[in-house]
């Protein structure tokens, strides 16, 4: 505060200590990086127990009250502590830099924004050693999640380290809308402003009107958990249709909560590497929008079933969210189109992500339809679809992103050739895991089995997806050592190794903590392919 | 961190710009999040009094609230009442009258520590509790959220006050109070609509 008299403090201190006190947007953005990876490591794990179990018929190595404990704790574990704080990571570098902002409008609730992720998933994860985690699945339908089917601490320690962690992303999104809205550089017009901060920005819209919804169903489930309410007891006079409905009012929108940022990225690298500007950039602007109010009108499609939902409505509207999706393609496949296109390691992973995205949207159409998705609901294909758009889609453009932004945040290059090997794994991998699920729904394989039959016909493609998943697993070992390696001898990045577009390239990498010395002038959404081409010429100080 | 910071040296909001404070928007769109956290559970309400039929459920005299309404209603105009002082604040400091403002101040927060005290009474006179029926779990959810965030706010104003007191506010420097006030009328504003709601209709 500048009203009273600053000492300056010259005790010295450690490396750790600075990391752990920090409120450097850039440094939380890497300490997001850290609990992402060390979460998913966890969740991954899990992924292999479950895979490993149904890798042939009967009960090999789990009893089927852990195995519903391992996967409703795999796919918490991924939404809330893998894939949103990877994107809350990768916002949180880049965004700043991106508008020419110094740091976040509120950077010590940015600090506390990020510790409530691990802590709270320390909450989550302790389940397994006090008897039991959650096991009713990530939905926790009622009355699955009542306290007479999970009575166990793993369901309240999931509800409320649900709630930590939503409450971290509404202080993140408030974080990020006021950052974007009052600390863009001169110059930095909105339309302006690249392409991810605009998905960062519509996706905090979606997490400040979401997550609070969330917030309140779970706020009902524990009290009837824990202090006999009644809201989802139909015996007690109330609904258990009630939390589907809240719960998906949420958690519809928590899909592009988790993809926006992700075709962000995306749009930031294709026309680097297509040496061409994005096409259709205000096309691109208004899909995004579209997506997001689109997004909270769709949510009862997950409810078909229940009988107890207007079916037209909801069909039509989740056929409409189609078209801005649709939008978007265009952009980015006219964005390659004709340009001098170099696959390198960030760009292998992004148009890996837009064939990916493409089957997990296209598959996802078909259950938009009532009449299909009476047939596959509950079946292996609704898991084939969510992998394909959170696994294709929101995880292959965080590592497309991670490829990308690596050079920025450590100064140094990956190595291309272990990128690529990664890529490859993890492509073939994710492929030989999630196609065969389509096939195996279609057979009539129920989601969220641990044992099957084995005259049902569903062995080779149960082992093809088993021995998939490994070679996911696999695929981070040339990550993790090109890690290493680059971190330890890698060559040096310099401020602008891809020749991109965008202010973050604009100052050294790693930048310092006030994040930049002079900015280039801002006369367009390309500030640097202007400075690069001399378009202006003109640095302001 | 700040030494060589030549581009952001200056205002907190990085670039000085006018309008609305960091704190100040930032509270605004806080509020959106507790707006919808609300309406979550204003939804679950009106779903299950709807589902219920007659309302209040038939079978339990203590559920007619009708015939308590004074207590409650006379808590209600004290919570008005402490918005008025919290807004008195408000302007006061925006004319740099910093006792006006700590005033107020201490006015609101008295005003809000007892509206919780007559809330916490009036619950011991309720004759149902959470464990009710639907007609208890909305009631105590509903009002001990909103309980809950008077709370807060009663914090946020005493973090106001005791900065106030410290002198740290001037006309032109006390976005928190701006902040505070804001959630404060919010808080009641909800207030307001659970009493028509609970008491009355």
């Known amino acids: ?541 | 961190m700040s030494d060589g910071a030549v581009m952001t040296s200056g205002h907190s909001a990085g670039h000085g710009k006018k309008g609305l404070g960091n704190p100040v928007l930032g509270m605004l769109l806080f509020i959106v999040s507790e707006i919808m956290f609300f309406a979550g559970l204003f939804a679950a309400y009106f779903n299950l009094r709807t589902a219920t039929g007659t309302w209040p459920p038939a079978g339990n005299g203590a559920f007619e609230l009708h015939g308590e309404i004074l207590f409650p209603a006379i808590m209600t105009s004290l919570l008005v009442l402490s918005s008025v002082t919290c807004q008195v604040a408000v302007w006061r400091i925006r004319k740099g009258d910093r006792q006006g403002m700590n005033r107020a101040l201490l006015m609101t927060v008295l005003l809000g520590v007892t509206f919780l005290l007559g809330q916490a009474y009036d619950y011991t006179q309720l004759g149902f509790g959470i464990a009710d029926g639907v007609f208890g779990s909305t009631f105590y959810v509903l009002t001990g959220f909103h309980g809950a965030h008077v709370l807060g706010g009663v914090l946020m104003l005493t973090v106001c006050l005791y900065r106030g007191g410290l002198g740290q506010f001037s006309a032109e420097h006390h976005d928190m109070v701006e902040a505070t006030s804001i959630y404060w009328h919010f808080v009641d504003v909800v207030w307001l609509l659970l009493f028509a709601l609970l008491y009355i209709a």
């Open chain 1, 1 to 541: 505060m500048a009203a009273t008299a600053v000492r300056p403090i010259a005790r010295p201190r450690t490396t750790l200590y600075e990391w752990l006190t920090t409120t450097d947007h850039k440094k939380i953005g890497i300490l997001y990086t850290i609990s992402s990876f060390i979460f998913l490591g966890v969740g991954g794990s899990l992924a292999l127990f479950v895979r490993a179990e149904l890798a042939q018929p009967g009960l090999q190595f789990l009893t089927e009250s852990t195995y519903n404990q391992l996967f409703t704790m795999h796919a918490s574990v991924m939404i809330f502590w893998v894939i949103i704080p990877f994107l809350a990571a990768i916002g949180n570098y880049v965004v700043p830099l991106m508008i020419g902002a110094p740091d976040m409008a509120f950077p010590r609730i940015n600090a506390l924004s990020f510790w409530m992720v691990p802590f709270s998933g320390l909450v989550v994860v302790t389940g397994f050693l006090l008897g039991g985690a959650a096991d009713a699945g990530w939905t926790a339908y009622p009355p699955l999640s009542s306290i007479k089917y999970s009575p166990g601490p793993g369901m309240n320690l999931w509800i409320v380290a649900v709630m930590l962690v939503g409450t971290s992303s509404i202080l993140g999104a408030v974080n990020f809308m006021v950052t974007i809205f009052r600390m863009r550089a001169p110059g930095m017009t909105l339309f302006r402003m690249p392409i991810l901060t605009w998905t960062v920005l519509v996706t905090s819209v979606l997490v400040l009107m979401g997550t609070p919804v969330l917030t309140s169903a779970l706020v009902m489930l524990f009290i009837d958990r824990n202090f006999g309410g009644a809201f989802f007891d139909p015996a007690l006079g109330g609904s258990a249709i009630l939390w589907q409905n809240i719960f998906w009012f949420y958690s519809h929108p928590a899909v592009y909560i988790m993809v926006l940022p992700g075709m962000g990225v995306i749009s930031e690298i294709l026309p680097v590497f297509s040496r061409k500007p994005l096409f259709g950039y205000k096309a691109f602007v208004f899909a995004t929008a579209g997506i997001g109010a689109l997004g909270f009108s769709v949510w009862a499609h997950h409810m078909f079933t229940t009988g107890s939902v207007f079916l037209p409505f909801f069909s039509v509207m989740t056929f409409l969210i189609a078209v801005p999706t649709g939008v978007k393609f265009f952009n980015w496949i006219a964005t390659m189109w004709r340009g001098q296109i170099t696959f390198t390691t960030p760009m292998l992973f992004s148009v890996g992500f837009l064939s990916m995205f493409l089957i997990g949207g296209i598959n996802g159409v078909f259950s938009a339809s009532v009449p299909v998705d009476y047939a596959i609901h509950a079946t292996y294909w609704i898991v084939a679809h969510i992998h394909y758009v959170l696994f294709g889609g929101s995880f292959l453009s965080i590592m497309a992103g991670i490829y990308f932004y690596f050079p920025k945040m450590s100064g140094k290059m990956l190595d291309e050739r272990l990128g690529k090997i990664h890529f490859a794994l993890m492509y073939v991998g994710l492929n030989l895991t999630f196609l065969p699920m389509h096939l195996l729904g279609l057979a009539g394989m129920p989601r969220r089995i641990a044992d099957y039959s084995p005259t049902a016909g569903w062995n080779d493609l149960n082992l093809a997806a088993t021995i998939g998943g490994f070679m996911i697993g696999a695929s981070f070992i040339p990550f993790f050592w090109n890690v290493f390696i680059s971190l330890r001898s890698g060559e040096e990045a310099g401020d602008d190794p891809w020749e991109a577009n965008t202010l973050e390239w604009a100052t050294s990498s790693p930048p310092p903590a006030w994040n930049f010395d002079r900015l280039p002038a801002i006369t367009s959404e390309r500030p640097l392919f202007d400075a690069r081409h001399a378009r202006t010429g003109a640095e302001h100080e």
